[in-house]
């Protein structure tokens, strides 16, 4: 699609500002679909989301992107301990699957059944933490 051209629509727009936070967070938790497994594929649903909305605007003269600056202290204090037990649980729950998988293994090893607990259930997928766009973490 070639954005240069006149918009389809007929209406034409000198600016574009976009706030990001309404951008990235709906990308690292999208409704009705996964969440992203990696830092990377965080960046690309971000991408692919600014280029939708830029195709449809077609900004002549200015994109904005705003991203807030540092939140005050206590905010930061107030999400990265809700996020961190968040991740605490999530680790905690995984725990358990492990123990049941093993479990259920061990019972299917006994049987003389050729039923494979690996065949039904994949292995547990490393998946991008969302702790990575908490304020106060040391890469954002």
């Known amino acids: 699609m070639?954005?240069?051209k006149p918009n389809p629509n007929g209406e034409e727009f000198d600016n574009l500002y976009?706030?990001?936070n309404g951008i990235i967070?709906?990308?690292v938790h999208p409704e009705?679909?996964?969440a992203p497994e990696t830092e990377e594929q965080m960046f690309?649903?971000?991408f692919k989301y600014i280029d939708r909305l830029f195709a449809i605007v077609r900004p002549r003269?200015?994109?904005y992107m705003a991203i807030d600056?540092?939140?005050p202290r206590a905010k930061m204090n107030q999400q990265r301990s809700r996020r961190f037990r968040a991740a605490r649980e999530a680790g905690e729950k995984l725990v358990k699957e492990q123990e049941l998988d093993a479990k259920e293994e061990a019972l299917h090893a006994s049987s003389a059944s050729s039923f494979s607990?690996?065949?039904i259930k994949a292995a547990h997928k490393a998946h991008f933490d969302t702790n990575a766009i908490t304020p106060g973490n040391p890469r954002r």
């Open 2 to 4: 070639d954005t240069s």
């Open 18 to 20: 976009l706030d990001m």
């Open 25 to 27: 967070h709906p990308c």
């Open 32 to 34: 009705g679909a996964p």
């Open 44 to 46: 690309i649903e971000v």
């Open 61 to 63: 003269k200015v994109l």
């Open 69 to 71: 600056g540092v939140a």
């Open 117 to 119: 607990p690996a065949s």
